[in-house]
Protein backbone atom coordinates (compact mmCIF):
# COMPACT_ATOMS: atom_id res chain seq x y z
CA UNK A 1 0.00 0.00 0.00
CA UNK A 2 2.74 2.29 0.56
CA UNK A 3 4.48 1.26 -2.40
CA UNK A 4 1.68 2.68 -4.35
CA UNK A 5 1.21 5.44 -2.19
CA UNK A 6 4.78 6.29 -2.92
CA UNK A 7 4.19 6.00 -6.84
CA UNK A 8 1.27 7.83 -7.18
CA UNK A 9 3.12 10.74 -5.22
CA UNK A 10 6.13 10.51 -7.35
CA UNK A 11 3.81 10.39 -10.39
CA UNK A 12 1.67 13.56 -9.84
CA UNK A 13 5.08 15.44 -8.64
CA UNK A 14 6.63 14.28 -12.47
CA UNK A 15 3.41 15.43 -14.27
CA UNK A 16 3.72 18.45 -12.24
CA UNK A 17 6.83 19.17 -13.38
CA UNK A 18 6.51 17.72 -16.97
CA UNK A 19 3.97 20.29 -17.57
CA UNK A 20 5.64 22.83 -16.09
CA UNK A 21 8.82 21.62 -18.45
CA UNK A 22 6.56 21.15 -21.58
CA UNK A 23 4.21 24.22 -20.86
CA UNK A 24 7.04 26.52 -19.98
CA UNK A 25 9.49 26.38 -22.55
CA UNK A 26 7.06 25.48 -25.52
CA UNK A 27 4.87 28.24 -24.43
CA UNK A 28 8.02 30.88 -24.88
CA UNK A 29 8.87 29.12 -28.18
CA UNK A 30 5.45 29.42 -28.96
CA UNK A 31 5.48 33.32 -28.41
CA UNK A 32 9.08 33.20 -29.93
CA UNK A 33 7.80 31.99 -33.19
CA UNK A 34 4.87 34.35 -33.32
CA UNK A 35 7.69 37.21 -32.65
CA UNK A 36 10.08 35.53 -35.67
CA UNK A 37 7.14 35.07 -38.10
CA UNK A 38 6.57 38.96 -37.75
CA UNK A 39 9.98 39.97 -38.69
CA UNK A 40 11.20 37.03 -41.27
CA UNK A 41 9.39 36.04 -44.39
CA UNK A 42 7.64 33.23 -44.80
CA UNK A 43 10.37 32.02 -47.18
CA UNK A 44 12.55 32.17 -44.62
CA UNK A 45 10.66 30.14 -42.31
CA UNK A 46 10.83 27.76 -44.88
CA UNK A 47 14.63 27.33 -45.99
CA UNK A 48 15.23 26.76 -41.96
CA UNK A 49 12.46 24.45 -41.48
CA UNK A 50 13.45 22.34 -44.77
CA UNK A 51 17.10 22.29 -43.29
CA UNK A 52 15.81 21.29 -39.89
CA UNK A 53 13.95 18.86 -41.64
CA UNK A 54 17.33 16.90 -42.82
CA UNK A 55 18.90 17.68 -39.53
CA UNK A 56 16.09 16.39 -37.22
CA UNK A 57 17.07 12.65 -38.78
CA UNK A 58 20.75 12.59 -37.12
CA UNK A 59 19.29 12.07 -33.31
CA UNK A 60 16.32 10.16 -34.24
CA UNK A 61 19.66 7.44 -35.67
CA UNK A 62 21.93 7.77 -33.23
CA UNK A 63 19.90 7.79 -30.41
CA UNK A 64 18.88 3.83 -31.06
CA UNK A 65 16.08 3.84 -28.58
CA UNK A 66 18.28 3.28 -26.28
CA UNK A 67 15.99 6.58 -24.41
CA UNK A 68 13.53 4.30 -24.11
CA UNK A 69 15.43 1.17 -22.93
CA UNK A 70 16.36 3.04 -20.57
CA UNK A 71 13.40 4.14 -18.93
CA UNK A 72 11.52 0.81 -19.58
CA UNK A 73 14.00 -1.47 -17.62
CA UNK A 74 13.47 -2.67 -14.74
CA UNK A 75 16.85 -3.17 -12.73
CA UNK A 76 19.32 -1.14 -14.63
CA UNK A 77 23.10 -0.93 -13.81
CA UNK A 78 25.47 1.92 -14.90
CA UNK A 79 27.75 -0.08 -16.67
CA UNK A 80 24.95 -0.91 -18.85
CA UNK A 81 24.82 2.75 -20.05
CA UNK A 82 27.92 2.45 -21.36
CA UNK A 83 28.71 0.66 -24.49
CA UNK A 84 25.21 1.81 -25.93
CA UNK A 85 26.23 6.29 -24.80
CA UNK A 86 30.33 4.70 -27.13
CA UNK A 87 27.85 3.13 -29.81
CA UNK A 88 25.18 6.56 -29.75
CA UNK A 89 28.43 8.90 -29.90
CA UNK A 90 30.28 7.15 -32.71
CA UNK A 91 27.07 7.08 -34.85
CA UNK A 92 26.38 10.93 -34.57
CA UNK A 93 29.75 11.57 -35.63
CA UNK A 94 29.70 9.50 -38.54
CA UNK A 95 26.64 11.12 -39.81
CA UNK A 96 27.69 14.45 -38.92
CA UNK A 97 30.95 14.04 -41.34
CA UNK A 98 28.08 12.63 -44.17
CA UNK A 99 26.35 15.65 -43.66
CA UNK A 100 29.23 17.29 -44.25
CA UNK A 101 30.40 15.12 -47.61
CA UNK A 102 26.57 15.72 -48.95
CA UNK A 103 25.90 19.35 -47.94
CA UNK A 104 25.67 20.66 -51.47
CA UNK A 105 23.68 17.66 -52.85
CA UNK A 106 21.40 18.49 -49.77
CA UNK A 107 21.00 22.26 -50.20
CA UNK A 108 20.11 21.45 -53.93
CA UNK A 109 17.25 18.84 -53.30
CA UNK A 110 16.02 21.13 -51.06
CA UNK A 111 16.07 23.89 -53.71
CA UNK A 112 17.89 26.64 -51.40
CA UNK A 113 21.33 25.86 -53.71
CA UNK A 114 24.24 27.78 -52.27
CA UNK A 115 23.58 27.18 -48.45
CA UNK A 116 25.43 24.21 -48.16
CA UNK A 117 27.54 26.05 -45.08
CA UNK A 118 24.35 26.83 -43.65
CA UNK A 119 23.34 22.91 -43.79
CA UNK A 120 26.89 22.18 -42.47
CA UNK A 121 26.82 24.75 -39.72
CA UNK A 122 23.09 24.14 -38.43
CA UNK A 123 23.72 20.35 -38.30
CA UNK A 124 27.26 21.11 -36.08
CA UNK A 125 24.98 21.51 -33.11
CA UNK A 126 24.27 17.83 -32.90
CA UNK A 127 27.50 17.28 -31.39
CA UNK A 128 26.80 19.01 -28.58
CA UNK A 129 23.36 17.88 -27.66
CA UNK A 130 23.10 14.16 -29.06
CA UNK A 131 25.43 12.29 -26.55
CA UNK A 132 23.05 14.61 -23.80
CA UNK A 133 20.21 12.06 -24.47
CA UNK A 134 21.10 9.79 -22.28
CA UNK A 135 21.99 12.06 -19.12
CA UNK A 136 18.26 13.12 -19.96
CA UNK A 137 17.19 9.54 -19.94
CA UNK A 138 18.53 9.36 -16.56
CA UNK A 139 17.11 12.53 -15.24
CA UNK A 140 13.56 11.45 -16.52
CA UNK A 141 14.02 7.78 -14.93
CA UNK A 142 14.49 8.61 -11.72
CA UNK A 143 11.72 11.49 -12.04
CA UNK A 144 13.94 14.37 -11.90
CA UNK A 145 11.80 16.81 -14.06
CA UNK A 146 12.07 19.53 -11.83
CA UNK A 147 15.51 20.27 -13.01
CA UNK A 148 14.37 19.21 -16.13
CA UNK A 149 11.97 21.59 -16.38
CA UNK A 150 14.17 24.33 -15.31
CA UNK A 151 16.90 23.75 -17.97
CA UNK A 152 14.33 23.60 -20.67
CA UNK A 153 13.06 26.83 -19.40
CA UNK A 154 16.28 28.33 -19.29
CA UNK A 155 17.56 27.27 -22.36
CA UNK A 156 14.38 28.58 -23.87
CA UNK A 157 14.43 31.97 -22.81
CA UNK A 158 17.87 32.44 -23.31
CA UNK A 159 18.12 30.71 -26.62
CA UNK A 160 14.52 32.41 -28.05
CA UNK A 161 15.78 35.97 -26.91
CA UNK A 162 19.18 35.40 -28.66
CA UNK A 163 17.04 34.29 -32.13
CA UNK A 164 14.71 37.66 -32.37
CA UNK A 165 17.74 40.02 -31.66
CA UNK A 166 19.42 38.63 -34.91
CA UNK A 167 16.22 38.46 -36.49
CA UNK A 168 15.65 42.20 -35.49
CA UNK A 169 19.47 43.00 -36.88
CA UNK A 170 18.89 41.34 -39.90
CA UNK A 171 20.35 38.05 -39.75
CA UNK A 172 17.60 36.33 -41.54
CA UNK A 173 17.68 32.39 -41.21
CA UNK A 174 21.19 32.13 -39.39
CA UNK A 175 18.92 33.73 -36.32
CA UNK A 176 17.85 29.96 -36.19
CA UNK A 177 21.24 28.84 -35.76
CA UNK A 178 22.62 30.92 -33.28
CA UNK A 179 18.83 29.90 -31.09
CA UNK A 180 20.06 26.33 -31.62
CA UNK A 181 23.46 26.74 -30.31
CA UNK A 182 23.06 28.86 -27.47
CA UNK A 183 20.00 26.96 -26.44
CA UNK A 184 21.95 23.67 -27.14
CA UNK A 185 24.96 24.66 -24.80
CA UNK A 186 22.96 26.14 -21.75
CA UNK A 187 21.15 22.56 -22.22
CA UNK A 188 24.37 20.17 -22.26
CA UNK A 189 26.66 22.31 -19.37
CA UNK A 190 23.03 21.87 -17.15
CA UNK A 191 22.55 18.15 -17.96
CA UNK A 192 26.06 17.58 -17.39
CA UNK A 193 26.72 19.70 -14.15
CA UNK A 194 25.07 17.37 -12.22
CA UNK A 195 25.10 14.51 -13.77
CA UNK A 196 22.65 11.01 -13.09
CA UNK A 197 24.97 8.84 -14.67
CA UNK A 198 28.80 9.22 -15.22
CA UNK A 199 30.44 7.08 -18.38
CA UNK A 200 32.70 4.75 -17.89
CA UNK A 201 35.04 2.15 -19.20
CA UNK A 202 32.66 -1.43 -18.23
CA UNK A 203 30.75 -3.09 -20.59
CA UNK A 204 28.03 -5.33 -19.98
CA UNK A 205 27.32 -6.96 -23.31
CA UNK A 206 24.24 -9.14 -22.36
CA UNK A 207 22.29 -5.26 -21.30
CA UNK A 208 23.48 -4.18 -24.32
CA UNK A 209 21.69 -6.77 -26.69
CA UNK A 210 18.44 -6.97 -24.56
CA UNK A 211 18.67 -3.09 -24.68
CA UNK A 212 18.80 -2.99 -28.28
CA UNK A 213 16.73 -5.44 -29.29
CA UNK A 214 13.97 -3.17 -26.91
CA UNK A 215 15.71 0.18 -28.24
CA UNK A 216 15.65 -1.34 -32.55
CA UNK A 217 12.34 -1.67 -32.73
CA UNK A 218 11.67 2.15 -31.31
CA UNK A 219 14.09 3.62 -33.52
CA UNK A 220 12.67 1.53 -36.60
CA UNK A 221 9.58 2.80 -35.73
CA UNK A 222 10.07 6.56 -35.19
CA UNK A 223 11.99 6.47 -38.54
CA UNK A 224 8.91 4.83 -40.53
CA UNK A 225 6.30 7.50 -38.45
CA UNK A 226 9.21 10.45 -39.51
CA UNK A 227 8.92 9.15 -43.55
CA UNK A 228 5.01 9.18 -42.75
CA UNK A 229 5.34 12.28 -41.51
CA UNK A 230 7.36 14.01 -43.24
CA UNK A 231 6.40 13.26 -46.85
CA UNK A 232 4.45 16.02 -46.78
CA UNK A 233 6.99 18.60 -46.50
CA UNK A 234 8.64 17.08 -49.36
CA UNK A 235 6.10 17.22 -51.34
CA UNK A 236 5.17 20.92 -50.73
CA UNK A 237 8.65 21.79 -50.58
CA UNK A 238 9.46 20.19 -54.40
CA UNK A 239 6.17 21.06 -56.17
CA UNK A 240 5.08 24.50 -54.19
CA UNK A 241 8.33 25.75 -53.21
CA UNK A 242 9.83 27.08 -49.93
CA UNK A 243 7.44 30.37 -49.24
CA UNK A 244 4.47 27.56 -49.36
CA UNK A 245 6.34 25.51 -47.46
CA UNK A 246 6.85 28.41 -44.73
CA UNK A 247 2.91 28.60 -44.59
CA UNK A 248 3.11 24.99 -43.31
CA UNK A 249 5.93 25.35 -41.40
CA UNK A 250 4.07 28.15 -39.04
CA UNK A 251 1.05 26.24 -39.16
CA UNK A 252 2.32 22.48 -38.32
CA UNK A 253 4.49 24.32 -35.61
CA UNK A 254 1.44 25.51 -33.95
CA UNK A 255 -0.07 22.01 -34.05
CA UNK A 256 2.92 20.50 -32.78
CA UNK A 257 3.43 23.33 -30.03
CA UNK A 258 -0.06 21.98 -28.75
CA UNK A 259 1.09 18.65 -29.13
CA UNK A 260 3.26 18.63 -27.30
CA UNK A 261 1.95 20.98 -24.03
CA UNK A 262 -0.54 18.85 -23.80
CA UNK A 263 0.24 15.43 -24.39
CA UNK A 264 4.62 15.52 -23.92
CA UNK A 265 4.47 15.80 -20.26
CA UNK A 266 2.08 12.76 -19.46
CA UNK A 267 4.09 10.97 -21.95
CA UNK A 268 7.45 10.09 -20.37
CA UNK A 269 5.80 10.51 -16.70
CA UNK A 270 3.26 7.90 -18.02
CA UNK A 271 6.03 4.91 -19.83
CA UNK A 272 8.16 5.17 -16.47
CA UNK A 273 4.94 4.86 -14.30
CA UNK A 274 3.16 2.57 -16.67
CA UNK A 275 6.41 -0.15 -16.40
CA UNK A 276 5.92 -0.86 -13.31
CA UNK A 277 2.43 -1.65 -13.21
CA UNK A 278 2.64 -3.30 -16.73
CA UNK A 279 2.42 -7.01 -14.80
CA UNK A 280 -1.09 -6.05 -13.56
CA UNK A 281 -3.54 -6.18 -16.21
CA UNK A 282 -6.76 -4.98 -14.24
CA UNK A 283 -4.71 -1.84 -13.19
CA UNK A 284 -3.11 -1.80 -16.54
CA UNK A 285 -6.54 -1.54 -18.21
CA UNK A 286 -8.39 0.54 -15.46
CA UNK A 287 -6.01 3.27 -15.99
CA UNK A 288 -6.19 3.03 -19.80
CA UNK A 289 -10.10 3.84 -19.72
CA UNK A 290 -9.62 6.04 -17.87
CA UNK A 291 -6.62 8.22 -19.53
CA UNK A 292 -8.65 8.29 -22.67
CA UNK A 293 -12.49 9.15 -21.02
CA UNK A 294 -10.12 12.44 -19.69
CA UNK A 295 -8.05 12.89 -22.95
CA UNK A 296 -11.76 13.22 -24.89
CA UNK A 297 -13.18 15.17 -22.41
CA UNK A 298 -10.57 17.44 -21.15
CA UNK A 299 -7.58 17.60 -23.77
CA UNK A 300 -9.32 17.26 -27.05
CA UNK A 301 -11.76 20.50 -26.79
CA UNK A 302 -9.01 23.00 -27.00
CA UNK A 303 -7.76 21.50 -29.97
CA UNK A 304 -11.16 22.10 -31.41
CA UNK A 305 -12.06 24.95 -29.95
CA UNK A 306 -8.64 26.12 -31.31
CA UNK A 307 -9.34 24.57 -35.06
CA UNK A 308 -12.89 26.66 -34.39
CA UNK A 309 -10.99 30.23 -34.62
CA UNK A 310 -8.13 29.35 -36.67
CA UNK A 311 -8.86 31.98 -38.99
CA UNK A 312 -9.09 34.81 -36.61
CA UNK A 313 -5.94 33.57 -34.30
CA UNK A 314 -3.94 32.86 -37.45
CA UNK A 315 -4.61 36.65 -38.72
CA UNK A 316 -4.38 38.56 -35.37
CA UNK A 317 -1.25 36.46 -34.50
CA UNK A 318 0.48 36.40 -37.73
CA UNK A 319 -0.28 39.35 -39.76
CA UNK A 320 -1.25 40.07 -43.54
CA UNK A 321 1.56 38.40 -44.88
CA UNK A 322 0.52 35.02 -43.84
CA UNK A 323 -2.70 34.55 -45.66
CA UNK A 324 -3.74 30.91 -45.92
CA UNK A 325 -2.05 29.32 -42.78
CA UNK A 326 -5.24 28.62 -41.50
CA UNK A 327 -6.11 26.78 -43.85
CA UNK A 328 -2.81 24.19 -42.68
CA UNK A 329 -3.58 24.84 -39.02
CA UNK A 330 -7.53 23.54 -38.81
CA UNK A 331 -7.40 20.21 -40.12
CA UNK A 332 -4.16 19.70 -38.22
CA UNK A 333 -5.42 20.68 -34.79
CA UNK A 334 -8.80 18.51 -35.61
CA UNK A 335 -6.22 15.72 -36.19
CA UNK A 336 -4.99 16.48 -32.59
CA UNK A 337 -8.34 16.08 -31.40
CA UNK A 338 -7.81 13.13 -32.23
CA UNK A 339 -4.71 12.29 -31.47
CA UNK A 340 -4.86 13.47 -27.72
CA UNK A 341 -6.85 10.25 -27.10
CA UNK A 342 -4.67 7.95 -28.80
CA UNK A 343 -1.47 9.17 -27.65
CA UNK A 344 -1.59 6.95 -24.38
CA UNK A 345 -1.80 4.22 -26.61
CA UNK A 346 2.09 4.35 -27.11
CA UNK A 347 3.17 4.28 -23.58
CA UNK A 348 0.82 1.40 -23.05
CA UNK A 349 2.54 -0.92 -25.49
CA UNK A 350 6.15 0.34 -24.65
CA UNK A 351 5.67 -0.77 -21.20
CA UNK A 352 3.91 -4.09 -21.87
CA UNK A 353 7.03 -4.47 -23.54
CA UNK A 354 5.66 -4.41 -27.06
CA UNK A 355 7.11 -1.62 -29.04
CA UNK A 356 7.03 -4.10 -32.35
CA UNK A 357 3.16 -3.24 -32.55
CA UNK A 358 3.79 0.22 -32.42
CA UNK A 359 6.77 -0.25 -35.15
CA UNK A 360 3.92 -2.67 -37.13
CA UNK A 361 0.91 0.21 -36.91
CA UNK A 362 3.74 3.37 -37.87
CA UNK A 363 4.39 1.29 -40.74
CA UNK A 364 1.38 0.49 -42.18
CA UNK A 365 0.59 4.47 -41.51
CA UNK A 366 3.42 5.61 -43.10
CA UNK A 367 3.09 3.43 -45.91
CA UNK A 368 -0.73 4.50 -46.49
CA UNK A 369 0.54 7.95 -46.23
CA UNK A 370 3.30 7.79 -48.55
CA UNK A 371 1.17 5.95 -51.22
CA UNK A 372 -1.92 8.29 -50.90
CA UNK A 373 0.34 11.93 -51.12
CA UNK A 374 2.41 10.65 -54.01
CA UNK A 375 -0.83 10.31 -56.03
CA UNK A 376 -2.36 13.29 -55.91
CA UNK A 377 -1.16 16.08 -57.85
CA UNK A 378 -2.63 19.44 -56.11
CA UNK A 379 -1.31 22.91 -56.24
CA UNK A 380 -2.96 23.50 -52.99
CA UNK A 381 -1.03 23.12 -49.42
CA UNK A 382 -4.45 23.00 -47.39
CA UNK A 383 -6.02 20.21 -49.49
CA UNK A 384 -2.58 18.07 -49.17
CA UNK A 385 -2.97 18.69 -45.39
CA UNK A 386 -6.17 17.23 -45.05
CA UNK A 387 -5.14 14.46 -47.30
CA UNK A 388 -2.06 13.94 -45.21
CA UNK A 389 -4.85 14.08 -41.61
CA UNK A 390 -7.04 11.89 -42.99
CA UNK A 391 -3.91 9.35 -43.93
CA UNK A 392 -2.20 9.26 -39.99
CA UNK A 393 -5.39 7.69 -38.80
CA UNK A 394 -5.24 4.88 -41.12
CA UNK A 395 -3.03 3.00 -38.04
CA UNK A 396 -5.74 3.68 -35.16
CA UNK A 397 -7.88 -0.07 -36.09
CA UNK A 398 -4.20 -1.82 -35.46
CA UNK A 399 -3.23 -0.02 -32.13
CA UNK A 400 -7.09 -0.13 -30.59
CA UNK A 401 -7.29 -4.19 -31.45
CA UNK A 402 -3.73 -4.74 -29.96
CA UNK A 403 -4.65 -2.86 -27.22
CA UNK A 404 -8.05 -4.52 -26.39
CA UNK A 405 -6.37 -7.83 -26.93
CA UNK A 406 -3.75 -7.18 -24.45
CA UNK A 407 -5.68 -5.31 -21.95
CA UNK A 408 -8.99 -7.46 -21.82
CA UNK A 409 -11.29 -4.57 -22.83
CA UNK A 410 -13.95 -4.44 -25.31
CA UNK A 411 -14.55 -1.39 -28.36
CA UNK A 412 -17.59 -0.73 -26.55
CA UNK A 413 -15.60 -0.13 -23.29
CA UNK A 414 -13.50 2.50 -25.21
CA UNK A 415 -16.12 3.90 -26.88
CA UNK A 416 -18.35 4.66 -23.65
CA UNK A 417 -15.39 6.30 -22.15
CA UNK A 418 -15.19 8.72 -24.72
CA UNK A 419 -18.58 9.38 -26.05
CA UNK A 420 -19.21 12.57 -23.63
CA UNK A 421 -16.36 14.36 -25.21
CA UNK A 422 -16.48 13.45 -28.57
CA UNK A 423 -20.07 14.34 -29.27
CA UNK A 424 -20.10 17.19 -27.19
CA UNK A 425 -16.48 18.59 -29.61
CA UNK A 426 -18.47 17.67 -32.77
CA UNK A 427 -21.69 19.79 -31.40
CA UNK A 428 -19.57 22.70 -30.42
CA UNK A 429 -17.83 22.87 -33.65
CA UNK A 430 -21.47 22.34 -35.76
CA UNK A 431 -22.77 25.43 -33.74
CA UNK A 432 -20.03 27.63 -34.60
CA UNK A 433 -19.98 26.76 -38.78
CA UNK A 434 -23.93 27.78 -38.33
CA UNK A 435 -22.74 30.96 -36.14
CA UNK A 436 -20.82 31.32 -38.98
CA UNK A 437 -23.08 31.46 -41.72
CA UNK A 438 -25.53 33.74 -40.02
CA UNK A 439 -23.38 35.84 -37.98
CA UNK A 440 -21.42 37.42 -40.53
CA UNK A 441 -17.44 39.22 -39.21
CA UNK A 442 -18.60 43.21 -39.30
CA UNK A 443 -16.36 43.88 -36.41
CA UNK A 444 -12.70 43.07 -35.71
CA UNK A 445 -10.74 39.76 -36.13
CA UNK A 446 -10.16 39.39 -32.39
CA UNK A 447 -13.87 40.33 -31.23
CA UNK A 448 -15.26 38.34 -34.09
CA UNK A 449 -12.87 34.81 -33.15
CA UNK A 450 -14.06 35.82 -29.27
CA UNK A 451 -18.06 35.35 -29.62
CA UNK A 452 -17.17 32.38 -31.83
CA UNK A 453 -15.05 30.38 -29.36
CA UNK A 454 -17.98 31.40 -26.80
CA UNK A 455 -20.40 29.67 -28.70
CA UNK A 456 -18.25 27.01 -29.11
CA UNK A 457 -17.24 26.80 -25.08
CA UNK A 458 -21.37 27.14 -24.29
CA UNK A 459 -22.55 24.44 -27.05
CA UNK A 460 -19.87 22.12 -25.26
CA UNK A 461 -20.46 22.52 -21.89
CA UNK A 462 -24.19 22.21 -22.30
CA UNK A 463 -24.09 19.19 -24.28
CA UNK A 464 -21.49 17.49 -21.94
CA UNK A 465 -23.54 18.00 -18.75
CA UNK A 466 -26.34 16.52 -20.65
CA UNK A 467 -23.93 13.53 -21.79
CA UNK A 468 -21.88 13.06 -19.32
CA UNK A 469 -22.95 14.84 -16.10
CA UNK A 470 -20.43 13.30 -13.67
CA UNK A 471 -17.24 14.33 -16.06
CA UNK A 472 -18.83 17.89 -15.71
CA UNK A 473 -19.31 17.72 -12.25
CA UNK A 474 -15.72 16.67 -11.99
CA UNK A 475 -14.22 19.35 -13.49
CA UNK A 476 -16.27 21.60 -11.37
CA UNK A 477 -14.53 19.64 -8.24
CA UNK A 478 -11.17 19.94 -9.79
CA UNK A 479 -11.50 23.47 -10.77
CA UNK A 480 -12.54 24.10 -7.23
CA UNK A 481 -9.88 22.27 -5.31
CA UNK A 482 -6.77 24.43 -7.43
CA UNK A 483 -9.19 27.81 -7.19
CA UNK A 484 -10.44 27.77 -3.72
CA UNK A 485 -13.46 30.52 -2.79
CA UNK A 486 -12.94 31.37 0.51
CA UNK A 487 -15.48 33.32 2.47
CA UNK A 488 -14.16 36.74 3.45
CA UNK A 489 -14.74 37.20 7.35
CA UNK A 490 -14.93 40.44 9.13
Known amino acids: MDGEVSLRTLASHGVKWSIIQNWGGKVFTFLLTIILARLLAPADFGTASAVALIILIVPMISELGFGDAIMQRRDLKPSDLNLPFMISAATVSVLFVAVILTADSISAYLRIPGQSVYVIVASGVLLMTAPSMF ?9 KFKSLALRTFLANIVGGTAAVICAWMGFGIWSFVVQSYVAGLISVVWLWWRPQWVPGLSIDGKAFLQMTRFGIPVVAQRLVDFAGTRVIDIIIISQLGLAAYGLYAIGSRIYLTMMQLLQGAFYDVSLTVLSTIAHDRQRMAETYLKTIGLAATYISPIFV ?3 AVAPEVSHVLLGDKWVGVEGVIAPLLLLGALQCVQFINGPFLSAMGRPDLILLAGT ?4 ITIIV ?5 SSNAAELVIYFAACQLSSTPIVVYSLCHMLRVTFLDIVYHVRGGTIA ?41 ILNRDAFLDAIRIARSKFPFRKRTL
Request: glycine share 4%.
Open 305 to 307: LVA
Open 135 to 143: QQAMYKRHL
Open 364 to 367: AKSS
Open 373 to 377: LLSIN
Open 425 to 465: CASALGSTVIFREYAMNTTTDFAYGLAVGVVFITTYVSVLF
